[in-house]
C-alpha cells in the first residue's frame, strides 16, 4: 500500500490550499483517513480524521478554517485550508488505516509528507 500525498506549498497568510492524498496498491477496504502535521522541531500532531461514514474530527487549532473529505471509490483523502497562518507553516501527512485483503486486520499506513509554508 502507497499513499501519495500531493498539494503542497507556499502561500500568503489568510490565503488557501487544498491537499490531496490518494492511495494505492492492494486495498480491500479503508477505515478511517486522516492529516497530521510536523513543523520544525515539534512532535507530529494530529489535524484532522474522517471516517468511512464521514464523521469528522479537528484539532481545535484549525476548527472552522480547514476541511477535510474523501472520495471513497478513489481511495483519496483531502485537506482544504483556508485562511492560513504562519503558524500552520509544517510538513503535512496524510494516514490511512488500510485492509489490504477481505477478512485480515487494518494496518496503518503514511504518505510521505508535503510542505506546506505560509509566508508573506
Known amino acids: 500500500v502507497q499513499l501519495q500525498a500531493s498539494g503542497g506549498g507556499l502561500v500568503q497568510p489568510g490565503g488557501s490550499l487544498r491537499l490531496s492524498c490518494a492511495a494505492s496498491?492492494?486495498?480491500?477496504?479503508?477505515?478511517?483517513m486522516g492529516w497530521y502535521r510536523q513543523a520544525p522541531g515539534k512532535q507530529r500532531e494530529l489535524v484532522a480524521t474522517?471516517?468511512?461514514?464521514?464523521?469528522?474530527n479537528y484539532a481545535d487549532s484549525v476548527k472552522g478554517r480547514f476541511t477535510i473529505s474523501r472520495d471513497n471509490p478513489k481511495n483519496t483523502v483531502f485537506l482544504q485550508m483556508d485562511s492560513l497562518k504562519p503558524e500552520d507553516t509544517a510538513v503535512y501527512y496524510c494516514n490511512a488505516d488500510v485492509a489490504p485483503f477481505r477478512y485480515s486486520r487494518s494496518l496503518g499506513y503514511w504518505g510521505q509528507g508535503t510542505l506546506v509554508t505560509v509566508s508573506s
Open positions: 496498491g492492494s486495498i480491500f477496504s479503508i477505515n478511517d
Open positions: 474522517i471516517t468511512r461514514g464521514d464523521m469528522t
